[in-house]
């Protein structure tokens, strides 16, 4: 019997994936491909299915109806060591009796390899901790412990490597240092890598591609630039980033452009960047994109007056700014600290400003809180 565990290669393929747990479907008629060496990335809340999602392509989870197939190789039905893949999880699930070289080496003894040493000297070179071999993993710290459950997931050569929130144990600065240096991996080995994380700056800095998951269905997905510049809905503009959503309806439809009606002021935005159904809109712009002038200041673009900065944030290289418009909606403003804008305090009139082609559109029947809720719940 060929062992697929080793054989099986080619993109990873889920088709009508669907998981019940009685009437709940936490993984709702799920479709899609993830090509052979790419880095791809499952984002989404707590309870949206990303985590089921990695369990059934594991093998950890029985899928309710549905197929999944490695290249050619229909793994639906496979045990989970048959299977052409490995999975790093959060807590590293190291043997804590064995030694680091042992722990790495592992699935080769397992698999019958008698000679194991050059390939796990090539990934604790890969991983730069070949000095730590004959150490227990209770010697090493988060960061190491983490590229350590990496290296004996990689040195089996899976088809793909399932990270379920690998980098959730370690402090921000080593999981940005990580990020760095898992995506280097990746690359280095070109294995097909499936990152499971709720963190929007993981995905963003890792993944090729990047699918937003929502109660179980695919919102969006696409390039971390794509998402971000062009969301389609509200859940993915305020899940992945910050937006200011502002309601609005479209007055005149030009060949190119839109011009719409925020409040009583009329603002313009690419007509290939609108996703509206009709004449209600939710006009999108970004925080960094605005401008922020005192009232009586000439500014070009998009303009919106009427402001008054209601709290101001220093966070280093640039500073937040919540403006209360007219129409008692708060707006978020980040501003470079590059001299470029004199310090506004608290209580200042000002006026916004932003290029027309930095706007999006969306269907205006959309909540435009939907999913900013559930970032404030994942960060307490």
């Known amino acids: 019997m060929v062992d697929a ?12 994936l669907t998981k019940s747990f009685g009437d709940f479907k936490a993984v709702d008629d799920l479709s899609l491909t993830i090509p052979e060496g790419s880095f791809f990335a499952l984002l989404g809340p ?25 290249g050619n190789t229909d793994i639906t039905d496979m045990r989970p060591y048959r299977r052409p893949v490995n999975t790093v999880f959060q807590n590293y699930a190291l043997f804590p009796h064995l030694s680091i070289f042992e722990n790495v080496a592992f699935g080769l003894r397992r698999r019958g390899i008698k000679d194991v040493k050059a390939q796990v000297d ?3 070179e890969l991983v730069e901790l070949p000095h730590l071999a004959e150490r227990k993993p209770t010697q090493l710290s988060g960061g190491q412990q983490q590229r350590i459950a990496v290296a004996r997931a990689i040195v089996n050569r899976p088809a793909l490597l399932l990270l379920d929130e690998p980098l959730g144990a370690l402090d921000l600065k080593l999981r940005r240092q990580m990020q760095i240096e898992l995506k280097w991996i990746q690359t280095e080995i070109g294995l097909t ?19 937003v998951m929502n109660e179980g269905r695919i919102e969006q997905m696409g390039s971390p630039a794509d998402l971000y510049d062009n969301p389609k809905t509200a859940f993915v503009a305020n899940f992945l980033g910050q937006s200011n959503l502002i309601k609005g309806a479209i007055e005149s439809n030009g060949a190119d452009s839109l011009l719409v009606n925020l409040f009583g002021q009329k603002v313009a935005l690419p007509r290939s960047r609108s996703a509206a159904k009709d004449s ?7 925080p960094e994109k605005f401008r922020i002038q005192p009232e009586g200041k000439e500014m070009s673009g998009n303009i919106l007056t009427g402001g008054v900065i209601s709290d ?3 966070i280093g290289v640039s500073t937040q700014y919540q403006v209360e418009m007219p129409w008692g909606q708060e707006l978020i403003v980040f501003e470079q ?7 506004l305090d608290k209580g200042d009139k000002v006026k916004l400003s932003w290029e027309p082609i930095f706007t999006f559109g969306l269907d205006g029947s959309q909540d435009a809180n939907a999913g900013s809720k559930l970032i404030a719940d994942e960060e307490e």
Do not use: W
């Open 193 to 211: 890598f499936v990152h499971v994380t709720h963190d929007q700056e993981e995905a963003m800095t890792m993944a090729d591609t990047i699918a």
């Open 46 to 70: 707590s309870g949206c299915g990303k985590t089921t999602t990695l369990r059934m392509i594991a093998g950890l989870e029985e899928p309710t109806s549905g197929t999944m197939h490695v």
């Open 122 to 124: 090539k990934v604790l």
């Open 5 to 16: 565990s080793t054989s099986a290669h080619g993109d990873l393929k889920l088709s009508h």
């Open 312 to 314: 101001v944030s220093y």
């Open 280 to 286: 209600s809109i939710l006009v999108g712009i970004r």
């Open 337 to 343: 600290n590059d001299d470029g804008v004199p310090p």
